[in-house]
């Protein structure tokens, strides 16, 4: 006759097995990338500058509604959140301020990805928080392309703020961006360049004045919003556009247009914009941030 025996060590071990990540439980892996002059409040070029007065206050705003994204995709039941602080020096957001599930990137590294340092195909969805629109766009707040110097990027014809071209690097590994917080603009550039994707307008333009939410009202609203997203997030795709690319780049300065134009690839192309052709959306990346210096 054989015997039965009940092993409780052996039971346990097994129910650990089975819990482990990569075992039967899903993952979700989020990132967020995360700037400033889309921050509730922001006005004014000060608010984002080290040197304003009224630095420190939005900095920890920043730090504040990247941590209600990162509480929003814990509530969704992500099992890892990287934040990438993607402004300025890109050592603004306070790490006491950010859940400590979520791991943060700080500084930049010199790579391609640039605000999206950090990001390959293991994850499952990206976020936006704090974004601005594109160079030029009316009725929106701190608007500008990169680097101050850049009046407009296009790729394959389709002007882009930088929402749109950090979206094809997470695209360019199968992430999608499922959630978009900044001004009323630049969600409303966001939903024009993805199509579907939830968005948080925090505030909006009027001429150089800004009419903006409270920031708690904010807070909650982008952690709902970020479970929401990440709850549904197979509902997102990938944002992409069909290679080869060409970038058409619009800059300030004659020494500028110059200088770009010896970047290999590179063509003068007008007055004031360069052109380049490349099959890589990373190539391009790294040609862009070479040609604009």
């Known amino acids: 006759m054989t015997r039965k025996v009940f092993c409780t060590a052996c039971t346990v071990v097994l129910a650990m097995a089975l819990l482990a990540p990569g075992a039967s439980a899903q993952k979700l892996k989020v990132f967020i990338s995360v700037?400033?002059?889309g921050i509730t409040g922001v006005a004014n070029w000060e608010d984002?500058?080290?040197t304003g007065k009224d630095y420190d206050y939005f900095r920890r705003i920043m730090s504040k509604e990247a941590n209600a994204a990162v509480e929003g995709a814990i509530a969704?039941?992500?099992t890892d959140i990287i934040v990438r602080d993607s402004h300025g020096s890109a050592r603004n957001i306070l790490p006491d301020l950010l859940n400590e599930k979520a791991i943060l990137i700080r500084d930049w590294s010199g790579g391609p990805k640039g605000m999206m340092e950090g990001i390959?195909?293991?994850?499952d969805a990206a976020i936006f928080i704090g974004y601005h629109a594109k160079a030029g766009t009316l009725n929106a707040l701190l608007e500008h392309t990169s680097s101050g110097s850049v009046t407009d990027f296009s790729i394959n014809g389709i002007s882009m703020p930088e929402a749109g071209y950090n979206a094809l690097i997470a695209g360019s590994y199968g992430v999608p961006v499922v959630l978009v917080a900044g001004d009323r603009a630049l969600c409303e550039q966001a939903?024009?360049?993805f199509g579907p994707v939830e968005t948080v307008p925090v505030k909006e333009g009027i001429g150089?004045?800004?009419?903006t939410l409270h920031p708690d009202q904010v807070q909650a609203?982008?952690?709902r919003a970020a479970e929401k997203a990440l709850r549904n997030v197979k509902a997102y795709k990938p944002h992409n556009i069909k290679p080869p690319y060409t970038l058409v780049m619009k800059l300030k300065s004659e020494e500028q247009i110059t200088s770009g134009s010896f970047y290999p690839g590179a063509k003068r192309t007008g007055e004031?914009?360069?052109t380049y052709e490349t099959d890589s959306i990373l190539k391009l990346m790294t040609a862009f941030s070479m040609m604009r210096r």
């Open 48 to 50: 984002v500058d080290r």
């Open 272 to 274: 004031w914009e360069l």
């Open 35 to 37: 700037d400033m002059e």
């Open 76 to 78: 969704a039941g992500a």
């Open 191 to 193: 939903v024009q360049l």
């Open 208 to 211: 150089s004045a800004a009419r």
């Open 221 to 223: 609203t982008i952690r």
């Open 120 to 123: 390959d195909s293991s994850f």
